[in-house]
């Protein structure tokens, strides 16, 4: 086991206190922050830790959001037990059974799955946001791309104009910041690796949700960008269509949704790209880069949409075709 898998000390006396005195601890997770998971067995009786430690993770902003989630007829892991001042909660387990595997395993029924995913969203949508959530807009939006020339551009030395990066990506973006749709409650990280088929569920109450501390109020697209363009698993192209129509006939959104989807999911996946050169440089997470690729290909295709031909002709004027997607075919940038 990897030191960074070893339970909290604090770990055993926590379970005690709470009735998993003697339970077993096994590890389960990392991810790119500093949470950590461990599955905690105890007879038939099974559960989730999670180490959130402070001052690097607050758990406040999940227990919220889970909670919220479930009032919504959404499902979120309850919180079976807390202790803030460590950083530990005791959560719901909803088992082995992720959406990225469950694909791998029957990509048949992709359309089936995307579209229960679609179909949460909307439930989701139709409610008014989680009160007391940060804003995410345009001013939001401009300052996540920054991580793009920040880190992408500083690694593999390219000198870029990021004055004209900022203005054209505020062309793009001011018009879906004023489209007058939202604001809804975005999850931000909804994906195939943050979704659970739970076993005793039905509708959208079939997928349980992790990974949703970070949520926010912002516009409808961003999650429908974030489950379709997914940066670990791709997505068919006509399903994402699929998707995208499917999601508009229940909302009853057109041409200004449509262009948002596009941007918003540009947006994102410039920012990712961003995202993981850090953790490549910043955080020694080289497995990063192997997503590069994939990032890249989403990106092409979103550029391509008439509605971002600023931010394309950007690109086309400061990243060379040799540093986009084939700068990272080994693993790291050339």
Known sequence: MASTMIPPAAAPEFLAAHGWAG??????????????????????????????PPPHEDPKPFIAAAEWLVDAGLSAPRILARDLE????????????RLRETLDKTPERETELYALAVDLLVHLHSRPPMPDLRPHGLDQWLDELQLFPEWYCTALDLDVDVEAYQAAWRTVLG?????????????????????????????????GLL???????????????????????????????????RYMGAIAR???????????????????LGVFTRLWKRDNKPHYTSFQPR??????????????????????NNVPRDKRAAAWTNGNAA
């Open 86 to 97: 460590q950083g530990l909660l005791l959560i719901d387990d909803f088992g082995d059974s």
């Open 23 to 52: 339970a077993e601890i096994r590890p389960l997770a990392g991810d790119a922050s500093f949470r950590r998971y461990f599955r905690v067995l105890d007879g038939d009786r099974r559960a989730v830790l999670m180490d959130a």
């Open 295 to 316: 990032m890249w290909g989403l990106l092409e295709r979103d550029l391509r949409h008439p509605a971002l031909a600023p931010v394309r002709d950007w690109f086309d």
């Open 254 to 272: 057109g041409a200004d949704f449509e262009s948002a989807y596009w941007a918003l999911a540009a947006q994102r996946n410039t920012r990712i």
């Open 211 to 245: 990974d949703f501390q970070d949520a926010v109020v912002g516009h409808p697209a961003y999650d429908l960008a974030s489950v379709l363009e997914d940066a670990r698993r791709d997505v068919t192209p006509t399903v994402e269509r699929a998707m995208l129509d």
């Open 175 to 207: 018009r879906v910041a004023d489209d007058g749709l939202g604001p809804v409650t975005v999850l931000r990280d909804f994906h195939a690796e943050n979704i659970m088929l739970v076993d005793g569920q039905s509708d959208v109450r079939r997928f």
